[in-house]
């Protein structure tokens, strides 16, 4: 299923963008031969090299393609970049906006089976509504300095999400 919505912000919700039932299978894998030293609360896992199968996958979408789908910041040299966000249990990330370089981001929920989603908030951080957890769900928007602010949590157990981001290289 995939829908637009507009309130607070124009953003779109994606069901199976990816196969995430494989990333998670390679990314336990990853965890297994090198334990991941979780010094903060959130952790990014960025060396896709490592992971070739979510390397494969997150590629395989041309995200490119969303750029046509949103009003955004102009961008001379978009390219895109992925990370796997891990996020310790019952931690809350600040409300925050999207830095100047990031023109679109992807957040695609991976693991647990339930959890919290993205926390969305109005231009003057008032809560609006919350984009559901749903393994395999994709959230993307435009980020717009001081007026797309969000922020997630994580229940009782680890959250796992992969973010992609298109960004003008060029800033």
Not at 46 to 52: A, E, I, W
Not at 90 to 119: M, Q
Request: hydrophobic share 30%; aromatic share 12%; charged share 25%.
């Amino acid at each position: 299923m995939d829908y637009e919505c507009h309130k607070p912000w124009p953003h779109l919700v994606i069901d199976n963008l990816y196969d995430t039932d494989k990333i998670k299978e390679e990314l336990i894998e990853y965890i297994k031969v090198r334990p991941i030293y979780l010094s903060q609360n959130t952790t990014n896992i960025t060396n896709f090299n490592r992971l070739p199968l979510t390397k494969e996958l997150s590629t395989s979408v041309n995200l490119l393609e969303y750029l046509d789908k949103f009003e955004h910041r102009p961008v001379k040299n978009p390219v895109v970049e992925t990370d796997i966000s891990i996020n310790l249990p019952n931690h809350e990330y600040r409300i925050h906006d999207e830095i100047e370089r990031k023109i679109l981001s992807f957040v695609t929920y991976i693991h647990p089976a339930k959890s919290y989603g993205t926390i969305l908030y109005d231009k003057d951080k008032k809560y609006v509504k919350e984009v559901s957890w749903k393994p395999s769900r994709t959230m993307v928007f435009a980020g717009k300095t001081g007026h797309t602010w969000h922020n997630f949590k994580s229940g009782d157990h680890v959250r796992i999400t992969m973010n992609s981001f298109i960004v003008d290289k060029n800033v």
